[in-house]
């Protein structure tokens, strides 16, 4: 297997997802979760399929910039977001107005979620936070229980998850909100998960390393740890893509990031950690080398 | 053929396929009757339905007189939700100032969050129902202590409302000492009573105080919370909400439920193709990962909510990565010519340390996210964590010990097991 020769190809397939990602994200901009910024989120069971400018008529009223979508199985239901957050008597209020106009037998709505916007702020602050621990405390335990090259190559390949997984959300256009950020930090700890698998062989087989071929240790390495990687991210998608297929709304929030973070992560262990970690080594082997020259 | 280690490796098997079909559907032998364990596994609000609240106050307030704020907005929010007649109502203080209300159950939600989040009344009516004072009349009630180290609620009331309180409490003192009632000033909440002290004498002061023998330091606060939350009301801004009616919640569990079963035995299916004799026996330690789950679950008390089913079905998708990184390290050891008895022994040593390794990465991940994360993802978190601790125990413990069993069945053809000539 020749992995780390053609790692040149590997990064340019990540690099265009990612470059693709990053357009769609200046030409859409990001688009946050009410949980992020403050608002309003009413789930309704409307018992028959309504048109979402027949409600909007309702909602006007209260958002103007309201979003309406249909969901479940007959698309029945209906989920009203607003970046406004509703009080609990404006929401008691839009919901008896839509009650009264489609004459609706429940006397509630399905669920009711709503953010302060200062709350809003403060999740976003401590995801972020949360992140940044993570890697660090991660980092830190790599370099405890292998050296500094192996969690920065680590590092390497966890970014590119999360940078492939944000892509993922900008080309479908998905809302980034706070179960995304849980996924991303599971997304953290598998990717790293599976990169240690392979770093560990890798840290098994140094002591038969020849003449510096960091290279050739790096492929071994991959193939020796090949088939773990594929059943294992295999049996991992299985249940995950159950339950986004049988899931309900809140469940898939969770599901789909996780679902393209673990094909990453099982990508960038194989593809881009072990390359940088080659690079990084035979960076440091050639210094060596050279100050080697120098004094002698 | 070692026939004492095939009868115990069925053994084991029966013994937790039985173990699976108890917890999971309960038993009903005879006189004996266990109900399933999933029934003891405490629900999230996501999933039972209910109303989840977080109110911050807006105050500028630090230290001791926070406190004592926050203690009144508890007090009230504890009467008024005590008034419903929920099961296991939750109103606990959050942060500086803010407050959690948890109200699972609740069918009428958007009621019961206008009846909490309202403005508190509070009034002092004689027996005849006139009123005397009210809560804009009281500047501070607090609890001292008498020289008998007796507790009391020391009342303060406004200059203004002196006059009133003096000329009602003068009439009432005159009356007779019985009938009781009739000598009563009832100090009414949200038309609830809340104490209904006996007039002793008139106070002109403006510094009454109410005395029970059956106060406790806890009950005579309780009392002075009370009132100063009808006198002076502290704002509230309802910063997070969350409800979410027992239909939709059951209809989530229903999904998910049905989503772990074919995702799992897929899964299961999936190992036996791939290893045969070895799938089995992880499916059989999956078995028992998944008891060992709910196991600590029940035993910790903690709650399931719906993301952490999402984190409990990605962890048994993780759990049987130990058991594949031990399977193919024995294959390659015996591919080295060890025996597969000693492939075993080796290849569960160099499997153990790549497992905690990779372990306790994820593991700083769970703990990070427990304690930074908000609501739902601490439930996320909290069964990622028992689910990587549970999933080690299992690949460690029970599946070397039902592969050793498995190679004492037939040494002579044991490597055929691992799919090796």
Not at chain 1, 272 to 285: D, G, H, Y
Not at chain 2, 62 to 79: H, N, S, Y
Not at chain 2, 120 to 133: K, M, T
Not at chain 2, 340 to 356: M, N
Request: include cysteine; charge should be negative.
């Amino acid at each position: 297997m020749k992995i780390v020769e053609n790692k040149k190809y590997f990064f340019i397939i990540s690099a265009l997802i990612i470059l693709t990602g990053g357009i769609f994200t200046l030409i859409q901009g990001v688009e946050l979760g009410i949980d992020f910024t403050g608002g309003t989120e009413i789930e309704i069971d409307m018992e028959q399929y309504i048109e979402a400018s027949e409600i909007r008529e309702v909602l006007d009223d209260y958002d103007p910039a309201a979003s309406i979508n249909h969901i479940g199985g007959d698309q029945n239901n209906i989920v009203i977001r607003t970046s406004e957050d509703l009080s609990s008597e404006q929401r008691r209020d839009l919901f008896n107005d839509l009650q009264a106009e489609y004459n609706l037998s429940t006397d509630q709505p399905l669920r009711v979620d709503q953010f302060g916007p200062s709350i809003g702020q403060e999740i976003q602050q401590r995801a972020l936070l949360s992140i940044l621990i993570s890697a660090i405390g991660m980092l830190i335990y790599i370099t405890f229980r292998f050296e500094l090259s192996y969690g920065i190559a680590s590092l390497t390949a966890l970014l590119h998850d999360i940078l492939i997984v944000l892509s993922v959300y900008a080309v479908l256009n998905i809302p980034i909100n706070n179960p995304f950020i849980a996924a991303v930090l599971t997304i953290l700890g598998y990717s790293i998960n599976d990169s240690i698998v392979v770093f560990d062989r890798v840290r098994e087989n140094i002591p038969f390393l020849k003449k510096n071929n960091f290279a050739e240790l790096g492929n071994t390495s991959i193939a020796q740890t090949l088939k773990r990687s594929i059943i294992t991210s295999v049996t991992t998608l299985l249940t995950i893509v159950a339950l986004y297929i049988l899931g309900v709304e809140q469940i898939k929030t969770f599901a789909l990031p996780l679902i393209a973070g673990i094909i990453s992560g099982t990508y960038s262990s194989i593809f881009i950690a072990t390359p940088v970690w080659v690079m990084i080594k035979e960076r440091q082997a050639a210094k060596k080398s050279y100050q080697g020259a120098k004094s002698s | 053929m070692n026939t004492k280690s095939l009868v115990a490796f069925i053994f084991i098997a029966l013994l937790v396929i039985a173990g699976a079909y108890t917890a999971f559907l309960g038993l009903n032998v005879g006189g004996l009757s266990i109900p399933p364990l999933t029934e003891s596994v405490s629900q999230g609000l996501d999933l039972q339905g209910g109303v989840y609240l977080v109110y911050e106050a807006d105050t500028d307030s630090t230290g001791a007189e926070l406190d004592r704020e926050m203690e009144q907005v508890i007090e009230i929010f504890r009467l008024r939700v005590d008034s419903m007649g929920l099961t296991e109502p939750v109103i606990v203080r959050e942060g500086d100032d803010r407050v959690r209300v948890e109200l699972p159950g609740v069918e009428a939600a958007e009621e019961a969050i206008a009846m909490i989040g309202t403005t508190a009344r509070l009034e002092f009516l004689d027996p005849d129902g006139n009123l005397v004072i009210s809560g804009n009349d009281i500047d501070d009630a607090r609890v001292m202590m008498d020289a008998n180290n007796r507790p009391y609620v020391a009342l303060e009331l406004d200059a203004g409302a002196r006059e009133a309180f003096a000329e009602a409490t003068g009439r009432l003192a005159q009356l007779p000492s019985d009938p009781v009632d009739d000598r009563v000033i009832e100090i009414i909440l949200d038309g609830e009573v809340i104490s209904a002290p006996e007039v002793s004498e008139r106070i002109d002061t403006g510094r009454p105080t109410i005395t029970s023998q059956t106060f406790t330091i806890e009950t005579a606060s309780e009392l002075a919370a009370l009132i100063r939350a009808g006198a002076l009301p502290v704002e509230l801004e309802e910063i997070r909400t969350s409800t979410i009616t027992a239909t939709l919640g059951e209809y989530a569990l229903d999904r998910s439920i049905q989503a772990a079963i074919i995702g799992i035995s897929l899964l299961m299916l999936f190992m036996i193709v791939i290893y045969k004799i070895p799938g089995l026996v992880a499916d059989i330690a999956l078995t028992v990962y998944i008891l060992l789950v709910f196991g600590v679950i029940v035993l910790l008390n903690a709650t399931v909510t719906l993301p952490g089913i999402a984190a409990l079905i990605l962890s048994i998708g993780m759990a049987v990565d130990a058991n594949v990184i031990i399977f193919e390290r024995i294959k390659e050891d015996i591919g080295t010519g060890k025996t597969v008895r000693v492939a075993i022994e080796s290849g569960f040593k160099r499997a153990f340390r790549t497992i905690l390794d990779a372990n306790v990465t994820t593991l700083i991940a769970g703990v990070v996210l427990y304690q930074f994360g908000t609501g739902p993802i601490r439930g996320f978190a909290i069964l990622l964590i028992i689910g990587i601790l549970c999933s080690m125990f299992t690949a460690i413990i029970i599946t070397r010990l039902l592969l050793r069993l498995v190679v004492k069945i037939n040494t002579r053809k044991s490597k055929t097991l691992f799919g090796l000539k």
